[in-house]
């Protein structure tokens, strides 16, 4: 009797296992034969760094070897988003003129305006004496107006003073873009004395600029000439 209940117990677990098997085994999806391959992950596009000084200063020296004019060589590194103020160190380094570099700026930034060329030159490293040469080479532009282009960049008075002291002009005209632009006959004095004018040349300046005597005595007098 213990026999024919252990065997049918056997024969009861035996059954419930195949039922499970059954069961996992229709439970599972069959794959469909006539479904669409998925398509492969497309790959994860890596973005190019951001061009820096040094990469914008190799590029342009490399075209100008191969012969390729400041405009094109500036619009070559826009297009990879490079500033203007990358572009103007950069064709600066490769030994593009005066005015090459100020021509390929304002047609490829549209910097026709003298401050905000200036200003833009002055935050490539460009000294006073090299704006001035920029803006001289592609604008002319009068010694008042190149004046105020430059202090509106930031450019202190006696830094201009020097820099076009350095380009040969004369200092009654140097004076009188000063005063034309604002600056007080004091201030002018200053700028020429820290750019080593001698008091001579402050006093025949300011005369010439139509100072009168009274004030230039006593402007001379404050800054201690």
């Excluded at 065997?7 to 677990?13: A, D, K, R």
């Excluded at 201009?160 to 004091?186: C, H, M, N, V, Y």
């Amino acid at each position: 009797m213990l026999y024919r209940s252990v065997v049918s117990m056997i024969s009861v677990g035996g059954l419930l296992l195949t039922s499970v098997a059954t069961a996992q085994t229709f439970a599972r999806p069959k794959p469909n034969p006539w479904a669409t391959p998925s398509a492969p992950a497309a790959p994860v596009r890596q973005e190019a760094p951001p061009l820096d000084q040094e990469s914008a200063d190799t590029i342009a020296s490399e075209l100008k070897q191969r012969k390729n004019a400041a405009d094109k060589v500036a619009a070559d590194l826009k297009q990879e988003d490079a500033s203007a103020k990358l572009v103007a160190h950069a064709l600066h380094v490769a030994g593009y003129t005066n005015k090459e570099i100020g021509d390929a700026l304002h047609e490829t930034y549209d910097l026709s305006k003298p401050d905000e060329l200036a200003s833009t030159l002055r935050d490539a490293g460009f000294d006073t004496a090299g704006v001035i040469g920029v803006l001289q080479d592609t604008q002319q532009l009068p010694a008042a107006e190149l004046c105020d282009a430059l202090i509106k960049a930031g450019a202190k008075p006696v830094e201009i003073a020097r820099a076009l002291q350095a380009s040969k002009l004369d200092p009654a005209t140097i004076a009188a873009a000063f005063l034309k632009q604002g600056q007080t006959a004091e201030a002018v004095a200053k700028a020429f004395k820290g750019a080593g004018y001698s008091a001579s040349q402050t006093v025949s300046s300011l005369k010439t600029a139509r100072v009168s005597v009274a004030e230039i005595v006593a402007v001379l007098k404050g800054i201690g000439l």
